[in-house]
């Protein structure tokens, strides 16, 4: 591209809009940079906005400041990062061939010349099919919808909150309204436990508990029913109940905002989003495209995928700015790490989730561990379910998820370079980490993982946490039985130590079809001394610990 002054026009002032802009700005100073917005508050970090109406968050012009307390405001942008932010104006149509975009704001109409177009027109909260039009039900996706929220809690309006939608946002959501303000919150999911499309059952599961055990009550495997709102109230009908509330508020996600792409004429791909390249660029020559209002490739299947996230967002800005002002460079496919945390418990997540896979027949196999995240002396050691999903052809990692108290997010960041650079099993079981007991245990979790995996191709074989257990070996301590008594009708005790004796009371056993410990580890070693001795046995991934976790929340029927 031509050093010569340009004109660049950017519809949207959020992540990836403002990102492009200022580096832009940075890279060709000369260049003419302009934004338009239709809002009239922007560049603010709408993932924090859950964290204002929680109150962990007192400010809320936090979120729109630089880290050295300046708002990044129109000024802001003109004066300290060369870009014009035109806002109040709303992008209506283009005339391609002359470079020109019209625009309808408060002066009227106006017509705005540019040698390339951005559209960053970001996303729009999902609405419900029959949403009805009241403001006792309500979406939560932007700056407007804080206060009206908050003047509703804060003067006793709203007290009984149902929630529909049990992902990220809505978990979010659960613990500002219940928490801080005191609300009683009831959630309503479609899928079998909270967090779908994030996690696997048998971690969701685990989260669906944490929910109920704080005092939120969560209907899983129900889809919304029949959904009325009046001045009184709103009655929503799920599973057969009745619930009563103040308020409903909408949590099923969002969808790419693509009117202008759509009167542009430029090409959506099947996500519904706008189609790019590598390069970000649409279908229509000098119009590029970056953030929410985008598909981007999937590491794992290759397709593509809707994956509205800010660090993604962020990325791409800066990419486009590069690739705009002549650089080499390219957006490379995405393996899709995201984190929520519910109430006091970490979620992290990264690659595609076993349900996913199957669901495109992909043949796989998954391992599950109940590990430390630091030193097991240490007295902040906190507690992590982790499940790793691989390839057992190729033996690439596919995806790992992490849920507890521990520091989950550390581990699937990790992950995330890792799958991002396919690596396999072998890769995972040789990672070094740094170690001290205050940070992480003298093996990594991931490594950890890794050998669970590699010891189940050598026929270790591990069952998920939450499935059928009829018939089992306990080979915990008597004392671990009588805290944690077996889930099982038919129960073998026996301990490691007399297993590995090969006394005659482990002699006796016959042929246990799931071996149980607490975590994992030592019924693991147990199936390995049962399959030399020539009777084949299976362990309960993860153990005892999580399936009491993951089984005694939610209501799954």
Avoid at 77 to 89: N, P, R, Y
Avoid at 489 to 496: G, P, T
């Amino acid at each position: 591209m031509s050093d010569s002054r340009r004109s660049v026009l950017i519809v949207g002032a959020s992540a990836a809009g403002l990102r492009c802009a200022c580096r832009l700005a940075r890279l060709r100073p000369g260049w003419q940079i302009t934004v338009v917005e239709a809002g009239a508050v922007f560049s603010y970090a709408a993932c924090g906005l859950p964290y204002v109406l929680s109150g962990d968050v007192e400010d809320l012009t936090a979120l729109r400041q630089t880290t050295y307390g300046v708002v990044r405001d129109q000024r802001f942008f003109a004066e300290e990062k060369g870009v014009a932010v035109l806002t109040g104006w709303r992008a209506t149509r283009a005339k391609l061939a002359q470079g020109l975009l019209k625009i309808e704001g408060p002066e009227g109409e106006r017509q705005l010349s540019w040698d390339e177009l951005v559209l960053a027109t970001g996303a729009r909260p999902r609405r419900l099919a029959k949403q009805p039009e009241h403001p006792r039900v309500r979406c939560f996706h932007g700056w407007q919808d804080l206060e009206p929220l908050k003047a509703g809690l804060a003067g006793g309006q709203i007290g009984r909150v149902v929630i529909v939608g049990a992902g990220p946002l809505g978990c979010e959501l659960a613990e500002a309204f219940h928490s801080l303000w005191g609300a009683e919150v009831s959630m309503v999911e479609a899928g079998q436990a909270a967090l779908p499309g994030v996690l696997d059952p048998e971690l969701g599961g685990c989260v669906a508990s944490h929910l109920e055990a704080r005092g939120v009550r969560l209907l899983t495997g129900q889809p919304l029913g029949r959904l009325e709102a009046d001045d009184q109230g709103v009655r929503v009908g799920a599973g057969g109940e009745e619930l009563s509330a103040d308020l409903v508020l909408v949590a099923i996600g969002v969808e790419p905002e693509v009117e202008l792409a759509r009167r542009l004429g430029v090409r959506l791909g099947p996500t519904g989003a706008i189609a790019v390249d590598e390069r970000l660029a649409t279908s229509v020559p000098h119009l590029w495209a970056a953030g929410d209002c985008v598909e981007v490739r999937d590491l794992s299947s290759g397709l593509p995928v809707y994956r509205p996230l800010g660090s993604l967002a962020n990325r791409q800005g800066r990419v486009l700015a590069n690739i705009l002002a002549g650089q080499a460079d390219s957006f490379p496919p995405v393996a899709g790490a995201m984190a929520v945390k519910v109430f006091d418990l970490n979620v992290a997540a990264v690659g595609a989730t076993e349900t996913a896979l199957r669901a495109r027949g992909v043949r796989v196999r998954s391992v599950w561990a109940t590990l430390d995240d630091r030193s097991p002396f240490w007295p902040q050691n906190a507690e992590l379910h982790l499940k790793l999903s691989y390839e057992p052809s190729s033996r690439r990692v596919l995806g790992v998820q992490a849920v507890g108290r521990g520091d989950a997010v550390k581990r699937v960041d990790v992950a995330t370079q890792l799958i991002a650079q396919g690596a396999t099993l072998a890769q995972f079981a040789r990672l070094e980490h740094a170690y001290a007991p205050p940070y992480a245990p003298a093996v990594d979790p991931l490594a950890v993982l890794a050998f669970a995996a590699q010891n189940q191709e050598d026929g270790v074989e591990a069952v998920s946490p939450t499935g059928a257990l009829e018939a089992a070996l306990d080979v915990r301590l008597p004392g671990e039985r009588q805290r944690r008594p077996a889930p099982a009708a038919e129960v073998q005790e026996l301990a490691l130590s007399v297993l590995r004796s090969g006394s005659p009371a482990a002699a006796g056993i016959h042929g246990p079809g799931i071996v149980i410990c607490e975590r994992g580890g030592r019924a693991a070693e147990a199936v390995r001394l049962l399959r030399e001795s020539g009777r084949p046995a299976r362990y309960l991934g993860g153990g005892l610990v999580w399936r009491e976790a993951a089984l005694d929340g939610g209501r799954r029927r």
